[in-house]
């Protein structure tokens, strides 16, 4: 059983979809420094994905810091890793900016897209407290 949902009907590929999951599940305290990670026969069983995809997922959240391979142990949860010089940059101009033009696009008002960042940044920290307490 995962903690990650996918929706084929996205439009965004099931690579970034679970790359995006398991970053949200570590950060939201779901999965915490030192559980287990799926390997990728059970990754890509349990979601019913290719295990190459499964395979390059796992590979991308160890390169990007946020999971361990250890030899004899498996693939462990790391500590999130420390932000990158110009993270911040990218997602306050280019993400941003795509969200806003999305946000026009659909005729969302700013206190629309105000109100629904609250509200996930909010979720976020629900789960995170959540988690914490078990």
């Not at 970053?23 to 069983?45: E, H, Q, Y």
């Amino acid at each position: 059983m995962t903690l990650f949902n996918l929706d084929p009907q996205s439009g965004q590929s099931i690579f970034d979809q679970v790359v995006f999951a398991a970053t949200k599940a570590i950060l939201g305290g779901s999965l915490k420094p030192g559980d287990p990670f799926p390997s990728v026969r059970a990754l890509a069983k349990d979601l019913r994905i290719h295990p190459n995809t499964a395979h390059k997922v796992i590979q991308h959240l160890i390169q990007e810091r946020w999971l361990i391979a250890s030899p004899g142990r498996g693939t462990i949860v790391a500590q999130p890793p420390a932000p990158r010089h110009g993270d911040r940059q990218r997602l306050l101009s280019q993400e941003v900016e795509q969200l806003v033009v999305e946000a026009r696009r659909v005729g969302a008002s700013l206190d629309d897209v105000q109100q629904a960042i609250e509200e996930q940044w909010q979720q976020l920290q629900t789960l995170k407290v959540a988690s914490d307490d078990h």
